[in-house]
């Protein structure tokens, strides 16, 4: 929201809120009418919708960046208020952002055991913010026999292996956060029986 000098203090507390997750980095570059070229500063920063305390933004002419540390816990805020001024006529506006902080993304799945010939179908989850695409972790290979679909994460097919094996996968999102998730299940034999019971022995006791 973008606040003029002299405006009621109740709008003055609104602030264009902005969601965003540690290790994060926002940019931002205000637009002014063709015939003014104002002076633009922040006026203030900081932790909490008061802004105090706290350096994540910087200006470099009149766009904003704003690094969010990668240890800050989700649930917190950060508010930076810009002050763009003109001097002929005199004007001044204000533009207050405030930061949300959520959590970074989180991958998880399972993949219960199977018996030889046994079907796989695992999708897993992401959260966090934006979209998400899945890839094999690089350097790794899908157990022989299975396949994945990028947009999903969902990997299917019938591996042709045996005993423990590992699917490595990583999640990007759109905004480019990265993780990997790792998910070991067993191939077990066939539960046949090893003899024949025709090859017992039968004797009078």
Not at 94 to 106: K, Q, R
Not at 147 to 169: E, H, R
Not at 184 to 195: G, H, Q, R
Request: charged letters at 10%.
């Amino acid at each position: 929201m973008f606040l003029m000098s002299g405006i009621d203090e109740a709008e003055a507390a609104t602030a264009t809120e902005i969601t965003i997750a540690p290790g994060m980095r926002y940019t931002y570059t205000p637009t002014f009418p063709a015939d003014l070229n104002p002076t633009v500063t922040i006026k203030s920063q900081g932790v909490g919708t008061n802004g105090t305390g706290g350096s994540w933004g910087t200006l470099s002419g009149k766009t904003l960046t704003v690094n969010v540390p990668a240890g800050t816990a989700a649930g917190s805020q950060y508010q930076v208020t810009l002050l763009a001024t003109t001097t002929n006529p005199t004007q001044s506006v204000e533009i207050p952002i405030l930061f949300n902080i959520v959590a970074n993304m989180s991958v998880s799945g399972s993949q219960a055991n199977i018996v030889t010939g046994g079907a796989i179908n695992m999708t897993p989850t992401a959260t966090g913010m934006g979209t998400f695409t899945w890839a094999v972790t690089s350097g790794k290979t899908l157990p022989a026999g299975l396949t994945l679909d990028t947009a999903t994460g969902k990997v299917s097919g019938t591996p042709t292996g045996m005993g423990v094996q590992t699917i490595y996968l990583t999640a990007t999102s759109s905004f480019g956060e990265t993780k990997d998730l790792v998910v070991t299940f067993t191939i077990f034999n066939k539960l046949v029986p090893t003899n024949d019971p025709s090859l017992g022995a039968i004797f009078y006791v």
